[in-house]
């Protein structure tokens, strides 16, 4: 199954009951891919870069508005990660996708957005949005001249959209060996990181061992920022 951090570890925090059991159903295979987060705002606000934005909010109690497209997706996860790293002042705004999300910011009903590079980058390119920095640890080849948050001070504040491949819990060892080197070799061919480039996203082939490794980091990561967050579905 491809699954992502709704799936392994957000779930758990945002529903009172689940059907399954995120640490104990899935055994992990491998890593696929991510998609970069970056921090834009609408060009109307005056900051140009991550630290007067974070100060222009603190300043600004209750004024300064971010959206996302949905309740509990990686850009209101996101966001709420930002605001814990940071101390932020943000007022969450829901909307009923990304692009509309993305209209909001553009005509000014919200201020600031943080979510992936393939919705927010055709804004950022033609000038309707200003980005302030890519939840990375580096820059991007895409935005060569925004910042990292790493750069900027903001390490424990980044964030991006992965998604990997987890098989059922107690499939046996050789399977998932034989999966994973399956999944990483098809995921090395030139022609596959190619197509993800395309569509903004970075192809992440990892042992199963790594892929572990990596769900289990994630979950120090985001439990107490969702639990403080509040953020529950029904």
Known sequence: MLVGATQLIWNQYFFPKLTYK?????????????????LAV????PVQTLDEFVAYSKSHPGKINYGFGSTGSPAHVAFELFRAATGADAVPIAYKSGPDAVQGLMSGDIQ????????LEPY?????????GVATAGRLATLPNVPSFAE???????????????????TDSAVVSRLSDEVRRALKRKNIEEIYGRIGAISRPSTAEEF???????????????EKSGIKLQ
């Open 112 to 119: 600031v957005m943080l979510d992936g590079m393939p919705l």
């Open 22 to 38: 995120p640490k104990s159903d899935f055994t992990a295979v491998s890593m696929v891919s991510s998609i970069p987060m970056v």
């Open 42 to 45: 609408n060009p109307a606000l």
């Open 124 to 132: 950022i390119k033609s000038g309707r949005l200003r980005p302030l």
């Open 152 to 170: 900027k001070g903001y390490a424990r504040a980044e964030s991006d959209i992965w998604v990997g491949i987890v098989a059922r819990s107690g």
């Open 212 to 226: 572990a490794n990596f769900i289990e980091s994630e979950r120090k990561k985001w439990g107490d920022v969702i």
